[in-house]
């Protein structure tokens, strides 16, 4: 649902300041950041992780992620 995506976008980068670099999937929620004035770097996963224009990946992120879960589940 756009509006649900919108939504999440908007409250997640609330407090994101402009030229600060996101590096994410190409998911449609995160379509607007470049417009925000945020540097907007994307991964298509269903290609390649990692990006071979810019060298952009959400690899690290996850891995961090995963160990977050993993100690607190």
């Known amino acids: 649902c756009r509006s649900v995506s919108s939504n999440i976008a908007t409250k997640s980068f609330k407090h994101v300041g402009p030229g600060t670099t996101i590096i994410s999937d190409e998911w449609r929620a995160y379509s ?3 417009s925000r004035g945020m540097i907007h770097l994307t991964v298509n996963h269903s290609l390649i992780f990692i990006n071979p224009m810019n060298s952009a990946h ?3 992120i996850q891995s961090t992620w995963s160990q977050v879960k993993k100690n607190h589940a």
């Open 32 to 34: 607007t950041l470049a």
């Open 58 to 60: 959400t690899q690290s």
